[in-house]
C-alpha cells in the first residue's frame, strides 16, 4: 500500500508547483512511486533524517521542484552531494528533456540512486565518485547544491563544474546572505511553508 493516496501528494505538492513552468504529466504517480523508495530505504539507510512521509513530500521532493522554475530546458544538471536525490531526482521527474547527474561517492546512497532511476525509468546518470575526479571537460547548465555537508569548502569544487554561461543554484537558509565572490545573482525566491531560499548565480 502507498506511503501517501496519489490525491494527498497532489495537495502537498501544490504550493510548490504555483506559478512554475509546465511539468510532466505523470509527475504525482511518479512522485508517490519515488516516496515508497525513500520510506523503504530510509529503513535500513540513512538517506533522510524525515521519516514522517508528509514530511518528505514537502520538504525534500516539493522543494526539489520549487526549483524547476531556475532550471532551463532543454538543458543539463549536475546534482552536487545528491543524498537521497534531492533535488536531481524530482526534477527528472518532472523534466524529462533535462539531463540529469547525481553526484554522491557514499557507496550507499548512490546505490539507493540508481536503484530509484531503474524503479523509476528515469534517463539519469549516478557519478559515484567525488566531483573532482570528472573529467575537467565535465560542466553543466546548472549545478544545484543542496543541504551539501562542508558547504563552503565544497562550493569552489562546484562552482568549476558550472559552465561558461550556466548558473549556481544553492538552497540557503534565511541566516545566509547571497553574497558570492565573482558571481552576480539573478534570481532568489523564498520556498514556501519555509525559512530558507533558493538563489541563482552566473558569473560576472
Do not use: H
Request: aromatic share 6%; glycine share 6%; with cysteine.
Amino acid at each position: 500500500m502507498p506511503a501517501l493516496s496519489e490525491i494527498r501528494i497532489a495537495e502537498l505538492l501544490e504550493p510548490y508547483l504555483a506559478e512554475g513552468p509546465a511539468l510532466a504529466t505523470d509527475l504525482v504517480p511518479r512522485v508517490s512511486k519515488y516516496l515508497d523508495l525513500l520510506m523503504l530505504w530510509n529503513a535500513r539507510t540513512n538517506l533522510t533524517a524525515i521519516r514522517d512521509p508528509e514530511q518528505l513530500v514537502q520538504r525534500q521532493i516539493g522543494e526539489s521542484l520549487f526549483a524547476a522554475r531556475f532550471v532551463d530546458i532543454p538543458g543539463t544538471l549536475m546534482d552536487f552531494g545528491s543524498g537521497g536525490g534531492f533535488p536531481g531526482i524530482p526534477l527528472q521527474i518532472a523534466l524529462p528533456t533535462l539531463r540529469v547527474t547525481l553526484a554522491e561517492s557514499q557507496g550507499k546512497k548512490a546505490s539507493f540512486l540508481r536503484e530509484a532511476l531503474r524503479s523509476l525509468g528515469l534517463n539519469a546518470e549516478v557519478w559515484s565518485s567525488r566531483v573532482e575526479s570528472m573529467p575537467a571537460d565535465r560542466v553543466f547548465g546548472v549545478v544545484a547544491m543542496r543541504a551539501v555537508d562542508q558547504a563552503a569548502a565544497m562550493l569552489p569544487i562546484a562552482q568549476e563544474r558550472v559552465a561558461p554561461e550556466g548558473k549556481l543554484l544553492r538552497y540557503l537558509p534565511a541566516s545566509e546572505e547571497s553574497l558570492l565572490a565573482g558571481w552576480s545573482l539573478i534570481e532568489e525566491a523564498v520556498v514556501p511553508s519555509s525559512q530558507g531560499r533558493i538563489a541563482c548565480w552566473k558569473r560576472v
